[in-house]
C-alpha cells in the first residue's frame, strides 16, 4: 500500500491552461496512433495520472463511442477542471492537427491535376489501405480461435463492405445479438 | 444554415454515436454517405483524403474536418468537426462522472467483450471499402500489400509506411 500512496501525492493536478498546452504537444506528436505517446506525457512526463488510473480511464474510453484519444482528452479534463477542462483539452488536442490537414488538403486540391502529385497521392492511398488491410490483421488475430466471434466478423463485413447496407441498422440488429452472444458464452 | 450544412450535422452527428472502437470502424459509412447517397466527393477522392488525414499527425479521426472543409469551406469545417466530437464528447463527460459506479459491474465488461468482434468486422470492412477504392493498376496493389506487410510484421512506423508508398507511387506511377 505504501508504493501506491506515494505514486498517488507525485501526481500533480493541471489547470486549464496546462491542459490545452499539454493536449496541443500530443495532437503534433503522434502519427497513425497517439496512445503510446498520451500515456507517456500523461504518466511518465507530467504526472497527471497514475500508471493505474491511466489503464483504467483508457478502459472507460474504449468502452464508449468515439476515438480512444478523443475521448481520454475529454475525460482527463472533465476529471480535472468540469466542463471547461474538458473543452481546453479537446480543443488542444485538434486544433494543430486540423490546421495541417486542412494545409495538405489546400496542397492536394491546388496541385492535384499534377500527374506527378497524382502519382504520388495514388501511392500514398494505396499505402493508406495497406496500414488498415495490417490494422484489420492485428484486431482479429486475437479472435481467430473463437468461432463465435468470427460469425460476427464475417456477418458485419458482409453487411457493410459488401452489401454496403446502413451502419446504424447494422449496430442496432448486430450489437445486441453480439453482447448476448458473449454473455451467453463467459457464462 | 443550408442544406449542406445540415447534411454535414446530421451525418456526423449520427456518426460520432456509433463509432465503437474508434473511427476506423465508420469509415465505410461515412464514406457511403459521402461519396455514395450525397456525391460530394468521388470514392478516388474520398481516398486521398483518407490517406492525407493519415498522414497527418494526432487523433486518426482528421478526416472529418477535411471532408467539412472540401465540402462546404469553413463553415462546413466548423459543423462536422462540432457534430463529430461533440456528442461523444458529451457521453465522455457523462460516464466519467458514473465511471466509479459502472467500472466493476459484470455486464460492463460483457458489453465491452462483445463489442470486440463487432468492431472488428467494421475495421476489416474498413480495410476492404478503402483498398477496392484506392487500388486501380497492379502497381497500387503492390503498394497496398507489402505496406500491409510490412506495418502488419515488423515495428515500422506508419508515416515511414506512407512515405514509402508515396515515394512508390510517384517513382513508378508513370509507367
Request: aromatic fraction near 8%; hydrophobic fraction near 60%; charge should be positive.
Amino acid at each position: 500500500m505504501t508504493m501506491i500512496d506515494t505514486d498517488e501525492d507525485r501526481t500533480q493536478r493541471p489547470g486549464i491552461g496546462a491542459l490545452f498546452t499539454g493536449f496541443l504537444g500530443l495532437g503534433l506528436m503522434g502519427f497513425g496512433g497517439v496512445l503510446p505517446m498520451a500515456r507517456r506525457m500523461m504518466v511518465d512526463d507530467r504526472r497527471w495520472l497514475t500508471a493505474a488510473e491511466f489503464t483504467d480511464l483508457l478502459g472507460l474510453c474504449q468502452f464508449l463511442p468515439g476515438g480512444n484519444i478523443i475521448n481520454m482528452s475529454v475525460a482527463v479534463g472533465m476529471k480535472f477542471q468540469g466542463w471547461r477542462g474538458a473543452l481546453a483539452s479537446i480543443f488542444g488536442i485538434i486544433a494543430a492537427p486540423t490546421a495541417i490537414v486542412i494545409c495538405l488538403g489546400a496542397i492536394y486540391d491546388r496541385y492535384r491535376q499534377d500527374p506527378h502529385v497524382e502519382h504520388l497521392f495514388a501511392g500514398l492511398a494505396a499505402a493508406a489501405a495497406g496500414l488498415l488491410v495490417a490494422l484489420a490483421w492485428k484486431v482479429m488475430k486475437p479472435l481467430l480461435k473463437k468461432p463465435a466471434a468470427l460469425v460476427i466478423v464475417a456477418a458485419l463485413f458482409l453487411a457493410i463492405a459488401v452489401l454496403r447496407l446502413p451502419l446504424l441498422a447494422t449496430m442496432l440488429v448486430m450489437a445486441p445479438i453480439s453482447i448476448l452472444l458473449s454473455w451467453r458464452l463467459s457464462r | 444554415m443550408s442544406a449542406t450544412l445540415i447534411a454535414l450535422a446530421v451525418i456526423f452527428t449520427e456518426l460520432s454515436l456509433i463509432a465503437f472502437g474508434g473511427g476506423n470502424s465508420v469509415l465505410p459509412e461515412m464514406q457511403r454517405r459521402v461519396v455514395e447517397v450525397q456525391h460530394w466527393v468521388t470514392a478516388d477522392e474520398f481516398s486521398a483524403l483518407f490517406a492525407l488525414a493519415q498522414a497527418a499527425p494526432g487523433p486518426n479521426m482528421m478526416i472529418v474536418p477535411l471532408i467539412g472543409w472540401h465540402v462546404a469551406g469553413f463553415s462546413g469545417l466548423l459543423v462536422s468537426s462540432v457534430a463529430k466530437f461533440l456528442p461523444s464528447s458529451l457521453i465522455a463527460c457523462f460516464a466519467v462522472t458514473l465511471w466509479d459506479r459502472f467500472r466493476d459491474r459484470p455486464w460492463r465488461a460483457v458489453v465491452q467483450a462483445g463489442l470486440v468482434p463487432v468492431t472488428a468486422g467494421l475495421v476489416a470492412a474498413s480495410a476492404a471499402v478503402i483498398t477496392v477504392a484506392s487500388v486501380h493498376s497492379w502497381l497500387l496493389a503492390a503498394i497496398t500489400g507489402v505496406t500491409a506487410g510490412l506495418s502488419a510484421l515488423t515495428r515500422a512506423h506508419p508515416l515511414a509506411v506512407l512515405g514509402l508508398g508515396a515515394l512508390a507511387g510517384l517513382l513508378f506511377g508513370g509507367f
